[in-house]
């Protein structure tokens, strides 16, 4: 089993054996993590994004998130990589719709036929994890490949692969992601021969993790 883990206190071989443990979500697990690695400025707008994102039916209202103060760009960014993943966004016009910077432009071009497991898989104690196919692997390393945008763009992709996620482990592995960079994704993907898919793992000590599905 490969994989890439940064600014962590447990082991790898901790982590992975907590994971392979398959226990179902905490129902005292955190409401919020570690979330550090992003500015106020865009922790603010990504909780107000996801506040407009209803996990129950997997809609993305982007009218609400703009009346609730998230900039035209994040919704449009927000919105590009939800609907990507898979997901139903309401209420954006076009106009809001052509401020899509370039990284929501990449993830728009990186939707795909998809293979390997998709979900919010649980909080395990040392932090949050989601298994994503490889369609929602390559939409996250083309929102992390440079450009502004990616904070929303990256938050759009975690969101719609893992609707029942708390909205602060969305923020938590946002914020580590766009810290990594999309090196440490492609290392986990070149670990999956097969299906391409990671596991992503949001640590409560800080930072982020992946391995191969």
Not at 111 to 121: H, I, L, N, W
């Amino acid at each position: 089993m490969a994989g890439a883990f940064r600014r962590r206190r447990t082991t790898p071989e901790e982590a992975a054996h907590a994971a392979e443990t398959n226990a179902p979500s905490s129902a005292s697990a955190p409401a919020t993590g570690f979330e550090a690695s992003l500015s106020a400025a865009d922790q603010a707008e990504l909780e107000t994004l996801l506040a407009a994102t209803d996990s129950a039916t997997g809609t993305f209202d982007a009218a609400k998130a703009l009346r609730a103060g998230a900039s035209e760009q994040a919704v449009a960014d927000y919105a590009t990589s939800y609907e990507a993943a898979g997901q139903n966004v309401t209420g954006l016009v076009e106009t809001v719709r052509a401020q899509t910077s370039e990284a929501g432009e990449r993830v728009a071009a990186a939707a795909s036929s998809c293979t390997g497991d998709r979900g919010y898989t649980g909080f395990y104690g040392w932090g949050w994890q989601w298994a994503l196919n490889s369609c929602d692997t390559d939409l996250l390393m083309a929102a992390l490949a440079g450009g502004g945008g990616a904070v929303a763009a990256v938050g759009g992709v975690i969101s719609a692969a893992g609707v029942t996620a708390p909205a602060g482990a969305v923020t938590a592995a946002a914020g580590g992601l766009v810290a990594a960079g999309a090196g440490i994704v492609g290392i986990c993907k070149a670990a999956s021969y097969e299906k391409k898919a990671i596991y992503l793992n949001a640590f409560v000590t800080g930072g982020v993790g992946c391995w191969g599905q």
